[in-house]
T-cell receptor
Framework: GQNIDQPTEMTATEGAIVQINCTYQ??????LFWYQQHAGEAPTFLSY????GLEEKGRFSSFLSRSKGYSYLLLKELQMKDSASYLC??????????FGTGTRLTVIP | DTEVTQTPKHLVMGMTNKKSLKCEQH?????MYWYKQKAKKPPELMFV???????INESVPSRFSPECPNSSLLNLHLHALQPEDSALYLC????????????FGSGTQLSVL
């Protein structure tokens, strides 16, 4: 089986930095995805980490520690449009992609 | 073309109706997926097709019947649904099964009355 934990809700101020954590327990771990989903819309791909370390893509960065079963998504220079749910998803070898419950981020002025 | 197109966007159906959801992609992806998402919950996998063959069926009730007519198309046939089946149904595709990022369609919001 697998277990993926994320905070349910977070609030941050426009222009600030926010870190969304994800911890997981699974066998046959292959990699970890982060998706962004605005209300009523499809999830869109943000990042994919397979190896330990930090991957940076513009305002968004994602970190993975395989030994600790831990990842985070870092959002810098927050904008109002960043208000959305952020889904952590674990890929298992030759198998399913399991989504965490998602973190609903609200950016306030 | 980097889109996954789903039709219809909204669907309301009675419990005795038969309807179909359609999904199309022209990215040459060989894996296609159906996910079900209830409000404020994560997507849950229903079916996976890999090279037009059903490779995963996550114990979905038989009132949901998937079909993959060719590598670009994926259908989900619905029959005798229950009100609790009301949800957002998302189609996704990837180059190969779960090995790369999934591209999601915008979904079909289904209401069963």
């Amino acid at each position: 089986g697998q277990n993926i934990d994320q905070p349910t809700e977070m609030t941050a101020t426009e222009g600030a930095i926010v870190q969304i954590n994800c911890t997981y327990q699974t066998s046959g771990f292959n990699g970890l995805f982060w998706y962004q989903q605005h209300a009523g819309e499809a999830p869109t791909f943000l990042s994919y980490n397979v190896l330990d370390g930090l991957e940076e893509k513009g305002r968004f960065s994602s970190f993975l520690s395989r030994s600790k079963g831990y990842s985070y998504l870092l959002l810098k220079e927050l904008q109002m449009k960043d208000s959305a749910s952020y889904l952590c998803a674990v890929s298992r070898e030759g198998n399913n992609l399991f989504f965490g419950t998602g973190t609903r981020l609200t950016v306030i002025p | 073309d980097t889109e996954v197109t789903q039709t219809p966007k909204h669907l309301v159906m009675g419990m005795t109706n038969k309807k179909s959801l359609k999904c199309e992609q022209h990215m040459g992806h060989r894996a296609m997926y159906w996910y079900k998402q209830k409000a404020k919950k994560p997507p849950e996998l229903m079916f996976v097709y890999s090279y037009e063959k059903l490779s995963i069926n996550e114990s979905v009730p038989s009132r949901f019947s998937p079909e993959c007519p060719n590598s670009s198309l994926l259908n989900l046939h619905l029959h005798a649904l229950q009100p609790e089946d009301s949800a957002l149904y998302l189609c996704a595709s990837s180059q190969h099964k779960f090995e790369e990022k999934l591209f999601f369609g915008s979904g079909t919001q289904l209401s069963v009355l």
